[in-house]
């Protein structure tokens, strides 16, 4: 159960972040807590690829997320058409 609540708020704190950063607000907390559940899977793909290690921990774990995050939010809009202002 602890695990389940780990990703819930790494999610909802990346989600929130990255909309901030790509967006300028965030999605919803549904949407942000999705978003930063994916960002996390995808910047721990990318990082193990790179072969970067943050070395673990909550701090390490949100910003791996948001990294991925605004990968799949940048990936999104490039795949949509959809240009920020």
């Known amino acids: 159960m ?27 907390a549904l949407w942000d807590i999705v978003l930063g559940i994916a960002g996390a899977i995808i910047g721990g793909y990318l990082f193990g690829i790179l072969g970067v290690t943050t070395g673990g921990g909550l701090i390490a774990s949100i910003i791996v997320a948001i990294i991925g995050a ?7 809009r490039l795949f949509s058409g959809r240009r920020s202002v």
């Open 2 to 28: 602890g695990g389940l609540i780990w990703w819930i708020v790494v999610g909802l704190i990346a989600g929130w972040a990255a909309g901030q950063l790509m967006k300028g607000s965030g999605f919803g």
């Open 70 to 76: 605004c990968v799949l939010i940048g990936l999104s």
